[in-house]
Every structure is written in C-alpha cells, then in structure tokens.
C-alpha cells in the first residue's frame, strides 16, 4: 500500500464535508447471497507474521475466499497486504463504476462519512485498492451522481451488494495471489474468539 497519505489533503477532490467518522461498509450485514450459514462466524486471526486480521472461520478452519468476499481490501484485511495495489492504468470496469458512484452518492448523502484529514479520492482509492491518482482522475472528469432520496439502511445495502460485485470481479486474481504466496492454514497462529 502507498503511503502518500500525507499529501491526500491538498487533493481537490478534498472538501470540509468529508471530514468525519470511517465507513460502516465492513460492519453492515452480508446480503443474503453472500450469507454464510450459521456455523461460520467473522473473527480475528494472528497470522504467523504477528499481523492480526479479520477473517471468516469455517468449522474451525480459516475460509479465505469468504475472508476475502467479506473484509475485501479493508485495513483489517489480510488482501490489502498481500495483493498488489492495481496501477493507474488499469481500464476501468462496469461494477468498479457502479461501487465508485454508490460510495460517491453514500457520502454525498451523509450515509458515510470520510475520516477527517483524509481525502475523498483517498477513501475510495482504498476500497477500491488502487492508486489516488486514478481515482482522482476519475472523479475530476465524471460528474458527481445524483442523490437518491432513502434511508441510511437501504443505501448502505446497497452499497454493501455493489461491493460484492466488484469483489467479484478480482476474485480470480486474488486466488491466484493467494496460489503464489501460498495462503493457506499454515498462516494462522491463533485464532482469536
């Protein structure tokens, strides 16, 4: 991950409205499509590089692939590390547009709020695990969505299913950075109930 968050502010994509608390993305329950059943359950895990990390155990086996649908590319998220950051040049995809305009249209709204200090071009770069600049381009040449008018729950639901989509779309190439580097059950330590 690039740590160029230190410059994020003097993005113009940065504005005083985006200032406030982080996303309740990885907190909203999982959409009935993705429903593990009740004897999986989202737990920490201590990796055997000491990292502590959100992950979905199954039968008390670690169910990387549901860890990955469920925490995606989130800081507690053992792909943030293990998946490279995609470039700047990387073509842009229909789910990536439709969950880029959800998180737009969430925050516009006031459904989710930016961290304070941290740029709107940032944040989603972060979702989306690619660089800034790509971001930043995107959102200086397509106009903001409009607002739907709806409450909090069914935006952040939605939100929650266009996520999905789009993780979708990286799953082959996150298997198979998960072939190379070996992810397995080896990794874990301990998990943590």
């Known amino acids: 991950m690039d740590n160029d968050d230190d410059d994020d502010m003097n993005c113009s994509s940065c504005d005083e409205d985006d200032a406030c608390t982080t996303s309740p993305e990885s907190s909203s329950p999982l959409s009935s499509a993705t429903s593990p059943d009740r004897s999986t359950r989202a737990i920490l895990a201590r990796l055997k590089t000491g990292q502590d990390v959100c992950v979905v155990v199954d039968h008390g086996h670690v169910n990387w692939v549901a860890s990955y649908m469920q925490y995606g590319f989130d800081s507690n998220s053992i792909f943030r590390t293990i998946v490279p950051v995609r470039p700047t040049s990387t073509p842009w995809t229909q789910d990536e547009l439709n969950y880029v305009q959800a998180i737009q249209r969430c925050i516009k709204d006031g459904h989710v709020r930016v961290p304070y200090g941290r740029c709107t071009a940032t944040f989603i770069a972060e979702r989306l695990h690619t660089t ?18 709806g409450a909090t729950a069914s935006a952040l639901a939605e939100l929650k299913e266009l996520r999905s989509y789009f993780l979708s779309t990286l799953e082959r190439s996150v298997l198979s950075v998960m072939a190379n580097v070996g992810l397995d059950q080896s990794w874990v330590v301990a998990i943590k109930y």
């Open 132 to 149: 800034r600049e790509r971001v930043h381009r995107y959102l200086k040449l397509v106009p903001s969505p409009s607002s739907v008018d």
